[in-house]
């Protein structure tokens, strides 16, 4: 089955400093692809960066970027100097593409806090 | 211009009270969803419709009933209120062949159930 997994449930980092939060998938399918939402304070889901199975180099957003590492299906979120607004819940999600629902499998999130 | 749009924000009401949460989308998208969010924000897939046809209806009680009038509107109606549906209800949409079929995601609608 597939599946979502966020190991860090919370993490605090010191603002301008580089933040990476861990996601790993689990699929058995080859084309796929992967999403990071923000959910600030205020509660809205931002849509974040994507990457796909097949995408040869790592997807890059701004201050955001994805570690992208097939073989151990990591699919880590990669903040670089990090912001007080950086501050926020982030989900890691996951859609296969032969799923003709669309559906998105969803890790726990990780709770975000810079530190001033 | 808002993408996603629900209403109400919040939503306040008893126990036992029917309540419905409004969904439009002005993106052209021809998926929408509906998301439950618990205290723990974990996000639970309820329903998503595809050019109004149902196609994820995950398990939940039959309470809820999602309603698509047209491609742009998804709403949900639920009967007799229990305390247990207090939560962030969120809804989404997306275009199957567009940047991936990412979701978009209205603001949420906190639901609080006395």
């Known amino acids: 089955a597939q599946k979502i997994t966020q190991t860090q449930p919370g993490m605090f980092v010191q603002e301008k400093e580089a933040v990476t939060l861990d996601c790993t998938y689990d699929?058995?399918?080859?084309?796929?692809?992967l999403f990071w939402y923000k959910q600030p304070s205020s509660g809205e889901m931002i849509f974040l960066i994507y990457?796909?199975?097949?995408d040869e180099q790592n997807a890059t957003e701004g201050r955001y970027s994805l570690n992208f590492q097939k073989a151990r299906k990591s699919a880590n979120l990669v903040i670089s100097a990090s912001q007080l607004g950086d501050s926020a819940m982030y989900f890691c999600?996951?859609?296969?593409?032969?799923?003709?629902?669309?559906?998105?499998?969803w890790g726990a999130g990780t709770k975000l806090i810079i530190k001033p | 211009d808002t993408a996603v749009s629900q209403t109400p924000k919040y939503l306040v009401t008893q126990m036992g009270n029917d309540k419905s949460i409004k969904c439009e989308q002005n993106?052209?998208?021809?998926?929408m969803y509906w998301y439950k969010q618990d205290s723990k924000k974990f996000l639970k897939i309820m329903f998503s419709?595809?050019?109004?046809?149902?196609?994820i209806n995950e398990t939940v009680p039959n309470r809820f009933s999602p309603k698509s009038p047209d491609k742009a509107h998804l709403n949900l109606h639920i009967n007799s209120l229990e305390l247990g549906d207090s939560a962030v209800y969120f809804c989404?949409?997306?275009?199957?062949?567009?940047?991936?079929?990412?979701?978009?995601f209205g603001p949420g609608t906190r639901l609080t159930v006395l």
């Open positions: 699929t058995s399918d080859q084309s796929y692809g």
């Open positions: 999600a996951m859609r296969d593409f032969m799923d003709s629902n669309y559906q998105l499998i």
């Open positions: 993106l052209g998208h021809d998926t």
């Open positions: 990457q796909g199975s097949y």
């Open positions: 989404a949409s997306s275009q199957a062949r567009v940047s991936a079929g990412t979701q978009y």
């Open positions: 419709y595809n050019n109004k046809e149902l196609i």
